[in-house]
């Protein structure tokens, strides 16, 4: 069964940092896209970083870029969000997505995700 856990939310100030992880358990995170969306009240999920299969090749929301940081450590079956420069706007929950399966895809439609997890609050105060 896979299981994909989200820790590292919580509330900062604008301008800090926070460092989220999803642990993913039954399928191992090398090899296949994952990503990362998020969702603000009263708005529409969104992609905000992703890696394809390889791991090497990463995207970014134009929002995020210079700002976010998606990794993943294959010995531990964990993916990553550094983010730091946080601004109010980047203020969601974050979801940890995975696609345990090949062939091509769109990676910031949501759709071409199978595997959630439940989400972490990011709050940043003004």
Do not use: H
Not at 9 to 24: D, F, I, M, N, P
Not at 41 to 50: D, H, Q
């Amino acid at each position: 069964q896979v299981q994909l856990v989200e820790s590292g939310g919580g509330l900062v100030q604008a301008g800090g940092s926070l460092r989220l992880s999803c642990a993913a358990s039954g399928r191992t995170v090398s090899n296949y896209p994952m990503a990362w969306f998020r969702q603000a009240p009263g708005k529409e999920r969104e992609f905000v970083a992703g890696f394809n299969w390889n791991g090497r090749d990463k995207f970014y929301a134009d929002s995020v870029k210079g700002r976010f940081t998606i990794s993943r450590d294959v010995a531990k079956n964990t993916v990553y969000l550094q983010m730091n420069s946080l601004k109010p706007e980047d203020t969601a929950v974050y979801y940890c997505a995975a696609r345990f399966v090949g062939g091509g895809y769109n990676y910031p439609d949501g759709g071409s995700y199978a595997y959630w997890g439940q989400g972490t609050q990011v709050t940043v105060s003004s």
